[in-house]
């Protein structure tokens, strides 16, 4: 009877320690995730736009207010494969590692890992107009676009391909 007690008053605990656990950990949707959690996330975030799908940008994507927000699939119901943040009119926002602005969004809408992780983030280099970071969790393309500053977020295994893709693209003509 006595080890039955101490099983339960484990069990108990282990389940109180989990439950403070996911009650604290914020939810927050990353590439290499299924879109259906992205778009269920994005609905709990205020800063960002609902979702819609689109077909010829395969991906979802939404508008609100200045702040343009995508998820890039490779099928409707696929696995994200980047996310991106465009904000257009705000001179003082441009998505760099030192603007705490743009961190500050950065952990509003993900969270100070995230954040923490781009602003810690190692530059790579820049091709065209986008520059290339790594960091611990995930690569980050940051560039400053026609009226406005964009921030995508990528697997980190995936730096290489896109910074290859970037520099084809410098040469050759590619739809972007």
Not at 99 to 117: E, F, G, M, P, R
Not at 158 to 164: A, C, G, M, Q, V
Request: hydrophobic letters at 35%; proline letters at 3%.
């Amino acid at each position: 009877m006595h080890k039955s007690f101490k099983f339960n008053y484990l069990f108990n605990a282990t389940l109180s320690a989990i439950a403070v656990i996911l009650a604290v950990t914020p939810a927050n949707a990353l590439p290499e995730q299924n879109i259906s959690t992205v778009v269920k996330w994005a609905k709990t975030r205020s800063q960002l736009p609902t979702l819609r799908y689109n077909g010829e940008a395969h991906g979802y994507e939404g508008t609100k207010g200045n702040l343009y927000f995508y998820a890039d699939v490779t099928e409707q119901n696929g696995t994200v494969t980047k996310e991106g943040i465009t904000v257009s009119g705000d001179d003082r926002l441009k998505f760099t590692t030192k603007n705490a602005k743009a961190v500050k969004l950065l952990q509003n809408i993900y969270n100070s890992n995230i954040a923490n992780d781009f602003q810690k983030s190692g530059y790579i280099t820049k091709v065209g107009r986008d520059q290339f970071y790594y960091g611990q969790k995930f690569a980050y393309i940051t560039a400053q676009v026609q009226g406005g500053s964009s921030f995508q977020i990528i697997p980190l295994r995936n730096l290489p391909e896109f910074i290859n893709n970037a520099k084809y693209c410098q040469t050759n003509q590619c739809d972007l």
